[in-house]
């Protein structure tokens, strides 16, 4: 089953429409003038993300369905640190965390929660520290930041031109080490004043990936492999500001426990969004 989820070009409107106050906008009136390129740059912007997946898996030839729902409210702060920048994303509440293992006490001290990343100025985010090691609520925010930001062309970003990134990452999901390597195709169209006068460009990607992993579920170990696909976009602002953007997921795999030599197939989808916080 599909999860539900507002039509992709309706998404796109609604975050055109909600480029919020953390970029400066020129005096009233005014349009700003469009710069040659895009890169990140010092900032502090408050966002609402919100995240819907649904899992399906067969079990004694039946299929089980876990749906779950992250609603929350974090801060970016970008700083200048050297020849690099620093961001920190602090979790300002967690409104809800819909999800059979997450505990109840883990949402209220989700509050106060921060994630510290070296970052490029082309969206490269290195690797994430600090949060709760013993959350799981934690690491789910954990990889929502991990998708925050696209990652750019070397030479910063420009109106109307495509590019492709690959990247090979490892990681830790709930016990799990989980290897994934995905190609990204980029396409950029051309600035355009929004209303409040600032320079927006939206960026259309197109993800393929695989991977493939192993770990202990409960007692039992178990490996699982798999291949999905993603179609995101995202809203910049000519100063440097991510203004939102939303990403729809799904993939398809399997997981072999291994001490009873069992197959169980998987499908998840899920849709991810984020906005600047009016």
């Known amino acids: 089953m599909r999860v539900r989820v507002i039509a992709f070009t309706t998404l796109v409107s609604a975050l055109a429409a909600c480029g919020g106050s953390s970029a400066n906008a020129p005096p009233a009136g005014a349009v700003a003038p469009a710069p040659n390129h895009f890169r990140f740059g010092p900032s502090v912007t408050s966002y609402e993300g919100v995240s819907h997946r649904v899992v399906e898996r067969s079990v004694d030839g039946r299929m089980q369905r876990d ?14 640190a050297d020849s690099t920048l620093m961001a920190s994303f602090i979790i300002d509440t967690v409104l809800d965390a819909t999800a059979q293992n997450i505990l109840p006490k883990e ?14 100025s082309t969206g490269v985010l290195g690797p994430l520290a600090g949060g709760d090691a013993t959350s799981i609520l934690s690491g789910q925010l954990a990889r929502q930041i991990e998708g925050f930001l696209p990652r750019l062309s070397q030479d910063g970003l420009r109106p109307n031109s495509t590019w492709m990134d690959t990247t090979e ?31 927006v460009l939206t960026v259309y990607w197109d993800r393929t990936y695989e991977l493939h992993g192993s770990g202990d579920q409960f007692g039992q170990p178990f490996t699982i492999e798999g291949t999905g696909t993603v179609r995101g976009v995202s809203l910049l602002s000519g100063d440097g500001v991510l203004l939102g953007s939303m990403r729809e997921d799904e ?25 600047v916080r009016q």
Do not use: C, K
């Open 169 to 199: 990452t490892t990681r830790d999901d709930a016990g799990a080490e989980i290897a994934v390597r995905a190609v990204t195709q980029y396409r950029s169209e051309d600035w355009r004043p929004d209303e409040a006068g600032r320079q």
């Open 67 to 80: 749906g779950f729902v992250l609603l929350y409210h974090l801060t970016a702060e970008i700083r200048d």
């Open 251 to 275: 993939f398809t795999g399997q997981m072999l426990l291994v001490e009873f030599d069992e197959i169980r197939q998987i499908r998840q989808t899920q849709a991810d969004t984020i906005r």
């Open 107 to 120: 949402i209220g001290s989700a509050t106060g929660i921060r994630f510290n990343a070296s970052l490029s």
